[in-house]
């Protein structure tokens, strides 16, 4: 059996958007009920800030 280098795979893609970079949010009216409607938006991925890419959870804050 070949030893292989035991390289670090690819990120897959952000998990919320699937590497789109933007999620389709419910919109939802009213201050305080927060009533959700059947509309939804696009709206830029929080996670990845639009990339796609799954953020590193390594490195210092
Ligand atoms: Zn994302």
Known sequence: MATRKNTQPKPAG???CAGK???AETVRVGA????AT???QAAVCLTCLG???APDGEGSP
């Open 38 to 40: 059947d509309d939804r």
């Open 51 to 53: 990339t796609g890419e």
């Open 21 to 23: 970079g933007e999620i």
């Open 14 to 16: 952000c998990p919320d």
């Open 32 to 35: 305080r009920k927060g009533r």
